[in-house]
């Protein structure tokens, strides 16, 4: 199985730092944050590894990671050009896979200390579609809220994009795995309001035909991608060495 990771994105909520550099590469702990998700993936047994990534910090990305041999991967690369959303990054990955084969996404700023190993072999297991991480938190609001299928408990029917009224208090986090039949969806999609190929829509189409699974990240998890959950971060991953 191989593994792709989004690395783009302009990281306007930790400006001016990334004014410098891209928010992927600043520091959590020893290293740069980049680091922790090309680990955990390496840990999974996932050694071939698309990196998705912004063309003004391209070159800083492959003078420290080259081409992952010292990492214990095999690191690709390829350029967003525009910020076009998650699900636009996503479409750039067509090609690396083969058609048929699954596949693991990881956004690069969500920094987690569960062992991806278990849920990919859940997926390796499953037959069809596609299958989410999710994280139980307190302010689900600000993220995309599952609605669990009544009665097939395995099963998300619906994402809810932040709303105001949650229907449970679990996030659906940047931790995703797909078929091939990603890249059809990302194809139909239509802009969001925002003028952005979202994620969320991708996942929707998935519910919409029950073949949208899940697990559950049981320790720490945050997407790093603000001053406070940047700082959280740091601490949690001190000494931690990928």
């Excluded at 020893?30 to 955990?40: A, H, V």
Aim: aromatic share 10%.
């Amino acid at each position: 199985m191989k593994g792709i990771i989004l690395a783009g994105g302009t990281g306007t909520r930790l400006y001016p730092l990334t004014k410098l550099v891209n928010k992927h590469l600043l520091p959590v702990g020893k290293y740069p944050m980049i680091c922790y998700g090309i680990e955990r993936l390496r840990r999974a047994g996932i050694r071939d590894i698309l990196m998705i990534i912004g063309k003004a910090s391209s070159g800083l990305y492959m003078d420290f990671l080259g081409d992952g041999s010292e990492w214990g991967v095999s690191l690709t690369y390829r350029i967003q050009s525009n910020a076009g959303g998650i699900a636009q990054a996503l479409g750039l990955a067509k090609g690396f896979v083969s058609e048929g084969e699954k596949f693991v996404v990881l956004l690069g700023d969500n920094l987690f200390k569960d062992d991806l190993a278990p849920f990919v072999k859940s997926f390796r297991e499953q037959a069809v579609g596609a299958r989410v991480l999710l994280k139980q938190v307190a302010d689900p609001h600000r993220y995309g809220v599952p609605v669990f299928h009544p009665e097939r408990k395995d099963e998300i029917v619906k994402i809810e994009e932040k709303p105001s009224q949650p229907k449970s208090h679990y996030c659906v986090t940047g931790l995703y795995m797909y078929d091939t039949n990603v890249f059809d969806i990302v194809e139909r999609l239509v802009p969001s309001a925002r003028g952005e190929l979202e994620i969320t829509d991708v996942n929707n189409v998935y519910a919409e035909a029950g073949r949208l699974q899940y697990d559950v990240l049981q320790e720490w998890w945050t997407d790093a991608g603000t001053f406070e959950s940047l700082f959280e971060a740091s601490v949690m991953l001190r000494g931690v060495e990928p």
